[in-house]
């Protein structure tokens, strides 16, 4: 089994204070066609599920069977309902574009379901444990090609240590749309880490 050390310890920062829209209602955006919403994901342990046909969270008991929900997320990972996380025929395909409305049309194959890795949350001390996510999509230590990459370094340096990679991915929905999505910011008003907003635009046909 892939090891994968992410770590989980985020201590509270105090930086310069910034004026952000910390609303999780869906709003559109009229220069896209996209619609936004951000979640508060700040919990470790607790996965926030979110349907994109609903365009809100939704509460869900019983993830690996239950289809109402397409996304889903805890602090810098993210699961799709495939895989071992769900019977939906999510997955995530990664572009190589930071651009959402440059996308026009999804590609129909080459899509990663989740599946299960050992991680190590850094703590005290730290803890094995065994968690059911997308990669392609996660963040993580230093991440490149997830949506967010956290790096204590810039912490030491009065800095956010938390970088939005800002990625345009393509996912499938549990009933097999598809979304493009961009995760455009991670922190709330008080610059806490774990509230991703991210824009996204639905299509049953794959056109954008």
Request: charged fraction near 25%; include cysteine; glycine fraction near 8%.
């Amino acid at each position: 089994m892939k090891k994968v050390f992410l770590s989980l310890v985020f201590g509270a920062l105090t930086l310069a204070s910034c004026s952000r829209d910390d609303n999780n209602e869906v709003t559109p955006n009229v220069t896209d066609n996209s619609k936004e919403a951000t979640v508060d994901a700040s919990a470790s342990g607790t996965w926030k599920y979110f349907s994109f046909e609903k365009g809100t969270e939704v509460t869900v008991t019983d993830p690996k069977n239950d289809l109402t929900w397409d996304i889903a997320f805890q602090r810098y990972y993210i699961k799709t309902n495939s895989g071992v996380s769900g019977n939906g025929n999510g997955g995530v395909f990664k572009t190589d574009s930071k651009e959402l409305s440059a996308l026009k049309q999804a590609p129909t194959t080459g899509y990663t379901a989740d599946d299960k890795k050992e991680t190590v949350q850094l703590g005290y001390p730290p803890v094995d444990t065994e968690l059911s996510y997308n990669s392609i999509i996660s963040g993580g230590m230093k991440s490149v090609n997830g949506y967010v990459a956290y790096d204590p370094a810039l912490a030491a340096q009065g800095k956010s240590p938390y970088t939005v990679n800002k990625w345009v991915y393509v996912v499938k929905t549990a009933k097999g749309e598809y979304v493009k999505l961009q995760v455009v910011d991670y922190l709330d008003a008080k610059n806490k880490g774990g509230h991703p907003k991210f824009k996204y635009v639905l299509s049953s046909d794959g056109k954008f």
